[in-house]
Structures are given as C-alpha cells and as structure tokens.
Nanobody, 114 residues
Framework: QVVESGGGLVQAGGSLKLACTVT????????QYWYRQVPGQDRELVAS???????TYADSVKGRFTISRDNAKSTVYLQMTNLEPEDTAAYYC??????????WGQGTQVTVSS
C-alpha cells in the first residue's frame, strides 16, 4: 500500500527527490516519516511531517532536505539537495494512522558518489 520511488545514483553535491505514494486506502493518516538505513546500522529518522504540516529534521540533513506532502496525490516527498556520500542509504517511508497502525514501504536506494 506504500511505495517509495525516486532513488538512484548521484554525485556528491547533486539532488534527488524521493516520493512515497499510498496506493491503497489508509484512513485518518496523521503523520508521515522518512527514514534511512545503512546495512549493519539502525534505521535513522530523517524527516517527518504531521497532520498540521509541521516538519522536523535530523540535524544531519537540516538545510539540505525538505519533506512535503500532496494530499490530493496521497504522496509525501523528500527533496534532497547538496547530497553527501554519507547520505548513501536505503530510504523508507512510514505512514502513521490515527488508529495506531504504521505502514512501511519497501525502500528505495540512494547512492551518492564522491
């Protein structure tokens, strides 16, 4: 029900825009999140946006990443600019519902070459 897209290979300093689209019906979505994970490490929260549009970011991406949402398209985005090799990871989207359910996508790989 949740599908991420937009990952790929980019040079350091470049940009990518990830998209997370809800393909099924998820009622009463309250917030959306982007995480990333490097093999062997814990999944890291990168950015979030709540129902009112308030956003939060990990310190490591502040000023470079922007999370946004298009309710009409049931899609949440992560615009990533000035990418660094340290941003290389699998990126995952989580959709949280008011009922307490969490829906995860399958992930999309971002690779930043130096």
């Amino acid at each position: 029900q949740v599908v991420e897209s937009g990952g790929g290979l980019v040079q350091a300093g470049g940009s990518l825009k990830l998209a997370c689209t809800v393909t099924g019906r998820i009622f009463n979505t309250i917030s959306q999140y982007w995480y990333r994970q490097v093999p062997g490490q814990d999944r890291e929260l990168v950015a979030s946006i709540d129902k009112g549009g308030t956003t939060t970011y990990a310190d490591s991406v502040k000023g470079r990443f922007t999370i946004s949402r298009d309710n009409a398209k049931s899609t949440v985005y992560l615009q990533m600019t000035n990418l660094e090799p340290e941003d290389t990871a699998a990126y995952y989207c989580r959709i949280a519902s008011a009922a307490g359910y969490n829906y995860w996508g399958q992930g999309t790989q971002v690779t930043v070459s130096s």
